[in-house]
């Protein structure tokens, strides 16, 4: 037996939840090339098909692109610090594809290592993620290269897998997800097939063994020469986390603040007396390939990459980790 | 087209005149060519010449990665190498130390090309295949721009909000903008910080605009900024909207002519000045 | 697993102390606004924390004080960047922000029974000290010290007073120096560069181990002279200095190979240092 629930249904539930004061976010169709991730005021703007995957992902939930982190007040001698305004609003995210939550769990383990993120938590503890599976696919996406697939339930709190005619069926995984569609779905004998997936390019598993040979390659430059050095590969992608912290405001109030930063940006490493470790564009290309495929997986035994292809995606010039490996594999087998 | 070109960059490298040729290339499973370097000669048959190959190579003539790689040819369209004219009127490049190979263009399927009036280079050293250039009327040519201003200022403040919004500073506008070269650009400055380096709408908004002041008048509106852009931000109509203003009081459209004085970098009693208040 | 606070939020700490160390260097020692924490405090010789200035930000400094002084806690930076900047006019009883201590730590207990060689130039005094202090203050627990430091000019030496001090205890032999040039007409110590002058020291090196701190080119011809002198690479420590933002391991910027700097560091074997990549 299997849970069902029609299109019109959902929406009606997205309506429920709007009115409940809960924050929607979903694919939205922004402008006919662009479907992205956006925070939804009516049920009518969710995209349920019709889609490959947003430009952008869903780690903004729960790890948003700007944060403050506390604030000051300076009066004279005396300084106050005041908290943040810890998150309080429940969040849905609905029709979110399956590589983007499955990356939700692997950035769990950085936030908790051994020190634990307060906001990040508390963001993780109010949202619910309910994922819609795959039945398109374009020649970025590879999730079944990196051990996924298009029905993936990691990081979902329930599954909605097309059923056609304008029926979904539905699949909890969580308790969180069983409360959410509670005394909402029918019961019937219908079950979605499990589709192929992308077809699978590469083994990227077993490809930090590789990497281990591979640091010292020349070919790094000739691999990465064309990056321009932007932050749109790591800012799209689901499983980047990296950040900067700044004081923004002035010396008698403000607030320190966390915001998105990028591996692929010159300054990121930079030190106040010019020393630059990673002062070259491959080296920093590289940087990222092996936190990604080596670094990560070492430390917390998972990828951190779902193979959603957003970096290539969003690439300027066609890079992203995909190309890169397939390059590094290439060589090796030669 | 293609055989002439990878004929001349062949030729190039073998006389050793040059010793990269930055084109455009095509990985059997890529979506769309993609920037590459050719330092041999029996490599040349990677370089690919089709309606997709819309990147703006100029940008690579300043990444210190390509100019170890010694003297270069690029392979331009006509509006791609008005960047070129630009970088060597402010003195960033010797062009007598590129070779610049110009490719006829009938177009990218981009929204600039309908209006284009340089399908044909006009200051490349060789030049590929052969297209007519068709005068463009100004109206024409800001079309989409004026087609926005007719929309009443809140509205356009509106839309400008809800665009910038979804701004997530991943920088790549600069990062692919050809005439964005500073070593160290305003926004990573932070003696005295200027600018919020936060993704928020104010710091979107001063971003955005702080760029602008930095390429009015030479922004070349190869509108490389409003492709990149993984958030879909049309970019293009501040592009359009600083070379109306350039064009329209200092008659200067950016890199259409080497000899034309700059803008920013000239002063004469004439200059109008009925926009300072 | 810690409780969940906000780690990003400092404690407030008060300044007692400015002393300027030379031309671009100052130390300052601050103590808990909350008496509590500073009771509570402790750490580790060779561990960091996120000093920080509100309005400006943050900054990753070595705690050059030692661990068993308990009155305050003691930094030392060098005006380069915009945290610097702002910190370089800290007045007795302003306030700062202070997280830690964080990171890995000079394995003191390891080195009982050891002779301690001790090798910095310029700026790397401080990280040096708090271990150098520690020592002396269990000087029963160690073998021979012998410290060299060397700076580019007499003027450059930080807690160059200091040096006199440890000289006076038993079987501590201080060898300071500065660059060819750099000597004033009363120095009385060497001149030459630290790489050179640690081989002249002849420096006995049986049972011994090496603390060594200072610029990537000091250390890159410090190590052959050590190597020379009989060290093992694990006998070997250094701190590095990448960038940090968060402290905590979560921001990225510290990562260099298989390691988080800020946790797994910063304080390594050059055994350790050998199977990174070059990108500290």
């Known amino acids: 037996m299997s849970q069902i629930i029609s299109k019109p249904a959902i929406r009606r539930l997205v309506e429920r939840w709007l009115r409940q004061g809960k924050r929607v976010i979903a694919p939205v169709q922004v402008r006919p090339n662009l479907v992205s991730y956006q925070p ?104 079944t290269s990196v051990g996924s697939q298009p029905n993936d339930t990691r990081g979902s709190d329930a599954l909605l897998l097309d059923l056609g005619d304008q029926t979904l069926e539905v699949r909890c995984v969580t308790d969180k997800g069983q409360s959410l569609f509670a005394g909402q779905t029918e019961a019937s004998t219908r079950t979605a097939p499990t589709g192929p997936g992308p077809e699978r390019r590469a083994d990227l598993r077993r490809v930090g063994q590789q990497l281990e040979q591979a640091f010292e390659r020349s070919e790094w430059a000739a691999w990465t020469n064309r990056c321009l050095g932007c932050g749109a590969c790591a800012y799209g992608c689901p499983a980047c986390h990296c950040f900067d912290m700044v004081d923004e405001g002035g010396p008698t109030c403000g607030a320190r603040v966390r915001n998105w930063d990028a591996c692929q940006f010159g300054q990121f490493t930079l030190h106040a007396s010019g020393h630059n470790p990673r002062n070259a564009q491959s080296q920093r290309q590289r940087q990222r390939i092996y936190h990604k495929f080596h670094v990560y997986p070492n430390k917390f035994g998972e990828l951190l990459c779902t193979g959603c292809g957003n970096c290539t995606r969003n690439c300027p010039v066609s890079l992203g980790v995909l190309p890169v490996l397939e390059a590094i594999q290439a060589e090796g087998a030669k | ?45 990677q370089l690919v010449w089709n309606e997709q190959c819309r990147t703006n190579l100029v940008k690579y003539l300043l990444r210190k990665e390509i100019r170890v790689l010694g003297k270069p040819a690029i392979v331009v369209k006509g509006c791609d190498e008005r960047a070129i004219v630009v970088l060597e009127q402010e003195s960033q490049i010797d062009r007598s130390q590129i070779v610049v190979i110009g490719v006829a263009c009938d177009g990218m399927a981009e929204p600039r090309c309908e209006v284009c009036d340089a399908h044909q280079p006009r200051f490349a050293d060789h030049t590929i295949g052969h297209a007519t250039n068709e005068t463009q009327p100004a109206e024409r040519r800001y079309a989409h721009l004026c087609e926005f201003l007719e929309q009443p200022p809140s509205d356009r403040m509106a839309y400008w909000k809800a665009e910038l919004e979804r701004c997530v500073k991943c920088y790549a506008c600069r990062q692919a903008c050809p005439l964005c070269y500073c070593e160290r650009c305003i926004v990573e400055k932070n003696r005295p910080a200027c600018l919020d ?59 259409t002519d080497p000899q034309a004085e700059l803008v920013l970098g000239n002063y004469s009693q004439q200059d109008q000045e009925h926009f300072i208040r | ?84 900047e702002a910190l370089w006019s800290l007045e ?33 005094m401080p990280p040096l000290r708090c271990a150098i202090w520690y020592a002396l203050e269990n000087r029963e627990q160690f073998g021979d010290i012998t410290i060299v430091y060397g700076a580019r000019r007499v003027q450059d030496l930080v807690f160059r007073q200091e040096l006199d001090r440890w000289a006076e205890y038993d079987r501590v032999r201080v060898v300071p120096c500065v660059d060819p040039g750099g000597e004033t007409p009363n120095w009385t110590g060497e001149v030459g560069f630290v790489p050179a002058v640690t081989e002249r020291a002849q420096i006995p090196a049986g049972n011994a181990v090496a603390l060594v701190i200072g610029p990537p080119v000091m250390i890159k011809f410090t190590l052959p002279v050590l190597a020379k002198m009989g060290l093992a690479d694990r006998d070997i420590y250094t701190s590095l200095e990448n960038r940090m933002k968060c402290g905590v391991g979560k921001c990225g910027r510290c990562n260099c190979g298989p390691v988080y700097v800020c946790k797994e560091g910063p304080v390594f074997t050059l055994e350790q240092l050998k199977s990174l990549p070059n990108e500290y």
């Open chain 2, 1 to 45: 087209m293609l055989q002439p070109l990878r004929e001349t960059c062949r030729r190039l490298l073998q006389d050793g005149i040059v010793q990269v040729v930055i084109g455009y290339g095509q990985a059997v499973r890529a979506v769309e060519p993609y920037p590459v370097f050719i330092t041999d000669p029996d490599d040349v048959g």
């Open chain 1, 40 to 143: 939804v005021r009516s049920p009518d703007q969710v995209l349920l098909e019709g889609f490959v995957r947003p430009l952008n992902s869903i780690k903004q939930v729960v790890f948003p692109r700007h944060e403050q982190l506390f604030q000051y007040r300076v009066r004279g001698k005396q300084i106050d610090l005041l908290p943040a305004p810890l998150p309080d609003v429940e969040r849905i995210v609905l029709a979110a594809r399956p590589c983007d939550a499955a990356a939700l769990p692997i950035l769990d383990h950085v936030f908790n290592w051994e020190f634990r993120d307060a906001t990040y938590n508390r963001r993780r503890e109010l949202t619910t993620v309910v994922t819609l599976a795959c039945t398109e696919y374009d020649a970025h996406c590879f999730c």
């Open chain 2, 197 to 255: 380096t936060s993704a928020t709408l104010k710091g979107n908004f001063a971003w955005h605009i702080v760029r602008a002041f930095h390429l009015a008048s030479r922004c070349v509106g190869c509108d490389q900024c409003s492709r990149v852009c993984p958030e879909g931000i049309d970019l293009r109509l501040v592009n359009l909207s600083m070379a109306r203003a350039s064009e329209a009081s200092f008659g200067h459209r950016s890199g």
């Open chain 3, 1 to 84: 697993m810690r409780p969940m606070t906000n780690i990003y939020q400092p404690d407030l700490m008060e300044v007692l102390d400015v002393q300027q160390q030379t031309t671009d260097v100052k130390s300052v020692r601050v103590r808990f606004r909350d008496d509590a924490r500073g009771d509570d405090f402790l750490f580790r010789v060779g561990q960091f924390g996120m000093f920080s200035l509100f309005g400006y930000g943050e900054s990753t400094f070595n705690i050059c004080s030692s661990s068993n002084w308990k009155d305050f806690v003691e930094f030392c930076f060098r005006r380069t960047g915009r945290v610097t």
């Open chain 3, 92 to 124: 007795k009883n302003d306030t700062i922000g202070f997280r830690g201590p964080y990171g890995n730590s000079y394995p003191m207990d390891k080195w009982i029974g050891k002779n301690l060689i001790f090798i910095g130039g310029g700026i790397a």
